[in-house]
């Protein structure tokens, strides 16, 4: 591996949500925050190289996300990456994934429809939907995806859209190539819209193969729209940048509309557009090296979950994301979560965030050094031990 990613950052004094701000969500400020997902390393070198000569130049006017270098380098990534043909056609400029999520529930559904989607989900697909006056229906599944249940589902509650998460947040599933196809198949059936958020496409474990919806568009039959950003991938969310693979010309015109017209979205930020042109161009190298160095933190905590806590903990498929199944530790959610919070001065996220089927799980980021995530395990494994011993 010939990128550094045991370099501790310091990140105070950024206005970074997940340290800056941590008390917003736990009550507590200067915990050692492993809560939302963005990781704790530097964004690729060459990223700052392009941004530092923009910022030279010094010219920040209204910048054409429609121009052929932006969107060659997403088509080309998704040849390259996965194999799959992405018309340049299909590619419009989107400030991030959810509010693309947002536009397309409106464009996809009226008030009142209903949204499908799988539990436990990403937190910010539940306010999306229920704020824009949509009927979420969270089916929970734990691992094991029961394609005659989803069926059920579509059937007895006719949804408009079916919002998957390819690879799923949190649970790190890597949907497979007929996992997607049985899904493609049941929105055809029923008439129920796909959109898929494929945000953490990049991030999967050596070895396994990821598939894009992008791979289907030729057979769907009804709406549909693939959502994904470089953001995750190489740590640039705040530089914000999205984009939207549709394939429908009528779809992707009137999502432009309610983009521009509606919500006076017409330029992209300049420096997100030039780091996404420079990371899916120039930083697959350093890609590859980070999905190394996550995987042997995955190993790490997998193998410390053991020895201290005897956990059998199963490494997900993909992101960077752990969901830690707590049932067999026999501690209460909230008294853990006090106990984290109060002694240990450690933030992890309690799965009862994502959904209906996060009870009894915590999602921890390990999109961070080394030192940081021991650091964090051995606060957990603290806070377990001292309440048992306050049990006894």
């Not at 057979?219 to 914000?240: D, E, H, R, W, Y």
């Not at 042109?277 to 042997?296: A, S, V």
């Not at 994502?354 to 395990?377: F, I, Q, W």
């Amino acid at each position: 591996m010939s990128t550094d990613f045991d370099s501790v950052v310091n990140r105070y004094g950024t206005y970074s949500t997940q340290w800056d701000y941590v008390k917003d969500r736990f009550g507590e400020a200067n915990l050692l925050p492993f809560t939302i997902s963005d990781m704790d390393f530097k964004a690729p070198q060459g990223v700052s190289d392009v941004l530092i000569e923009a910022a030279q130049r010094g010219i920040f006017g209204y910048t054409r996300w429609n121009n052929p270098e932006f969107k060659g380098a997403i088509s080309n990534w998704y040849e390259k990456r996965y194999q799959t043909k992405v018309s340049t056609d299909w590619i419009v400029y989107s400030p991030s994934v959810i509010f693309s999520v947002a536009k397309l529930l409106e464009q996809f559904s009226d008030p009142g429809d209903k949204v499908v989607t799988l539990s436990p989900c990403y937190d910010a697909f539940i306010n999306t939907v229920t704020a824009n006056d949509r009927q979420l229906i969270q089916m929970n599944i734990d691992g094991v995806m029961d394609f005659s249940k989803l069926e059920q589902i579509f059937a007895i509650e006719h949804p408009k859209i079916f919002l998957l998460c390819n690879p799923h947040n949190p649970l790190g599933i890597a949907w497979t190539a007929e996992q997607i196809e049985q899904f493609v198949n049941l929105c055809n059936a029923y008439h129920v819209a796909l959109i898929s958020d494929e945000i953490h496409l990049d991030m999967v474990r050596k070895g396994v193969k990821m598939n894009s919806v992008a791979n289907y568009f030729s057979q769907l039959t009804v709406q549909t729209a693939v959502l994904s950003s470089a953001s995750k991938s190489f740590n640039i969310p705040a530089l914000g940048c999205s984009y939207a693979l549709i394939p429908d010309e009528k779809d992707r015109l009137d999502f432009l509309f309610a983009l521009k017209q509606k919500n006076a979205l017409s330029s992209v930020p300049y420096l997100g557009m030039l780091a996404t042109i420079e990371c899916y161009n120039n930083q697959e190298l350093w890609l590859d090296d980070l999905r190394d160095y996550i995987d042997n933190n995955f190993i790490f905590m997998k193998n410390l979950l053991k020895s201290k806590l005897q956990l059998d903990y199963q490494i997900p498929d993909a992101t960077y994301l752990g969901w830690i199944d707590i049932t067999s530790l026999g501690v209460d959610m909230e008294d853990l979560q006090a106990e984290l919070v109060k002694n240990e001065k450690v933030a992890i996220m309690d799965g009862r965030v994502y959904g209906n089927g996060g009870v009894n799980h915590l999602r921890m980021n390990l999109g961070a050094p080394r030192s940081k995530v021991e650091d964090g395990l051995n606060r957990l494994v603290e806070a377990v031990n001292n309440l048992k011993v306050g049990e006894n």
